[in-house]
């Protein structure tokens, strides 16, 4: 990582307030998008601050990906439906070698990308595990999406909206229901990219 991280904290200060803008954008919010400039802080803002002060909680579980991680370590081609996945199936299968988790998130990868599962299956197999925590998913580097062909880019954003597209003020219901919440940083400059898609616009103007 180039950033700081949760075991960096002590060393990471000067955003106090940002970080408790974003804590308390958890009790009420499902989809949290971080724009900024390259080089900014976003990702050592989420990573050292905003999971850094959830952990205080005690309740949350936290996973992330990049969308540009590619599947096949032998390739530089993003597979962002694989990089979800292999985030998520540790968290639902607890018990498994290196080599079946990887067998699995190839599985879930596919089903990611041919609509055959959606992420609320996921999460609720997720929350059965965890019955009294709630996700944080972290979507590092979100700009990396518009790395893929166009196709790719929509039918992810779409598996992504689906889930998160009732981004409005949730209340205690968020609460009991331990709903899962999305981060994603962004670079600025690709602002454009995502405001063409109207499905990933209309997420991002309801923040």
């Not at 079946?100 to 996921?122: M, R």
């Amino acid at each position: 990582m180039d950033h700081f991280n949760p075991n960096d904290a002590q060393y990471f200060f000067g955003r106090d307030f940002f970080i408790e803008e974003l804590y308390q954008a958890t009790k009420n919010r499902n989809f949290i998008p971080i724009l900024g400039a390259s080089g900014s802080g976003k990702s050592s803002v989420v990573f050292a601050g905003l999971v850094t002060r959830l952990q205080e909680d005690g309740n949350w579980l936290f996973t992330y990906f990049r969308p540009g991680s590619a599947r096949d370590p032998f390739s530089t081609l993003p597979d962002p439906f694989y990089a979800l996945a292999e985030a998520l199936v540790p968290l639902y299968r607890l018990e498994i070698d290196s080599t079946n988790e990887i067998t699995q998130a190839v599985d879930l990868s596919d089903e990611f990308k041919n609509g055959n599962t959606s992420l609320s299956h996921v999460f609720s197999n997720i929350e059965r595990k965890h019955p009294k925590q709630r996700l944080l998913l972290i979507a590092d580097q979100f700009e990396e999406l518009y790395y893929c062909d166009l196709d790719t880019q929509h039918k992810f954003l779409d598996l992504l909206t689906s889930n998160f597209s009732q981004n409005k003020n949730l209340g205690l219901f968020s609460i009991y229901k331990l709903s899962p919440v999305l981060v994603i940083t962004m670079r600025t400059d690709f602002l454009g990219n995502a405001l063409s898609y109207p499905n990933f616009a209309d997420l991002l103007r309801k923040k």
